[in-house]
């Protein structure tokens, strides 16, 4: 009985960091998994790096994305997508306006 009693406080610290730590990180882990797992073409995401792009082509067996950024496609690991800003779906068929580097009306021109 004294020994349940003695580790009774580790116990109880067990627990309480579980539910604190381990939980809501196995938590995390799910929900990034499912994220990448609906990754499809048009989706537009941003990367760990920060690069925004469209998804170009989604490759399964090398576990590959190829992402638009403005005409320059790039492949990157699937596990490098950080978020997905809006689903393809949910964009609809809308494309999106890129703009140009140069401004419309410089000082010269006048």
């Known amino acids: 009985m004294e020994l349940l009693f003695?580790?009774?406080?580790?116990?109880?610290?067990?627990?309480?960091?579980?539910?604190?730590?381990?939980?809501?990180?196995?938590?995390?882990?799910?929900?990034?998994?499912?994220?990448?797992?609906?990754?499809?073409?048009?989706?537009?995401?941003?990367?760990?790096?920060?690069?925004?792009?469209?998804?170009?082509?989604v490759n399964e067996a090398n576990n590959t994305v190829i992402i638009d950024c403005e005409g320059i496609y790039l492949t990157f690991e699937r596990r490098a997508?950080?978020?997905?800003?809006?689903?393809?779906?949910a964009a609809g068929t809308q494309s999106e306006e890129l703009g140009t580097n140069t401004p419309e009306k410089t000082a010269d021109s006048e």
């Open 6 to 57: 003695g580790m009774l406080p580790f116990l109880v610290l067990m627990g309480i960091m579980y539910l604190l730590m381990i939980r809501p990180q196995q938590k995390r882990a799910k929900e990034t998994q499912n994220m990448l797992g609906s990754l499809g073409k048009g989706d537009s995401i941003v990367t760990i790096g920060g690069l925004h792009g469209i998804v170009d082509e």
């Open 81 to 89: 997508v950080a978020r997905i800003v809006t689903k393809a779906s």
